[in-house]
């Protein structure tokens, strides 16, 4: 099985959206890229949510203490650059960019299986086809004995 690949896009000059401008106001660089690592978190996630009940985990992997992280985490949602929503946090903006690649992704999945399903039609036809072509030889074949001896 392929290994799956923590894909998403980004606006190449993200570091110009307001927002982030806000961000980098109060935690400069460092803040921008702690953002960036907590999208590629969320990313990783299935759902693309993160429970804050599992901060200190999340403050392990990126490398900054629980009380800056969380102070962090309420200023871009303040700013709007994540949503809190009963102790969960997601970015609207990797939800929407995700149920792009999702719904490409379903498509593609439902387009292979129904290939597939034509696929095993034809190979059926196929494999009957030549199961009757067989059967027909070996008739002729039994009658040409039959008559020829």
Request: positive net charge.
């Amino acid at each position: 099985m392929k290994k799956e690949s923590f894909y998403f896009s980004h606006d190449a000059n993200a570091h110009y959206d307001d927002k982030i401008l806000e961000l980098r106001s109060v935690y400069k660089w460092e803040g921008y890229g702690v953002y960036w690592a907590i999208i590629e978190i969320l990313r990783a996630q299935t759902d693309y949510t993160y429970s804050l009940s599992k901060i200190s985990g999340l403050s392990i992997a990126i490398g900054m203490p629980k009380d800056w992280l969380q102070s962090f985490i309420d200023y871009c949602v303040q700013i709007c650059l994540f949503v809190e929503n009963n102790g969960e946090i997601y970015s609207e903006s990797l939800m929407k960019r995700m149920e792009l690649i999702d719904e490409k992704r379903r498509k593609r999945a439902e387009a292979g299986r129904l290939g597939g399903i034509a696929k095993a039609k034809i190979n059926q036809n196929s494999s009957n086809a030549k199961a009757n072509s067989s059967k027909k030889r070996k008739e002729k074949e039994n009658k040409r004995k039959y008559i020829y001896g």
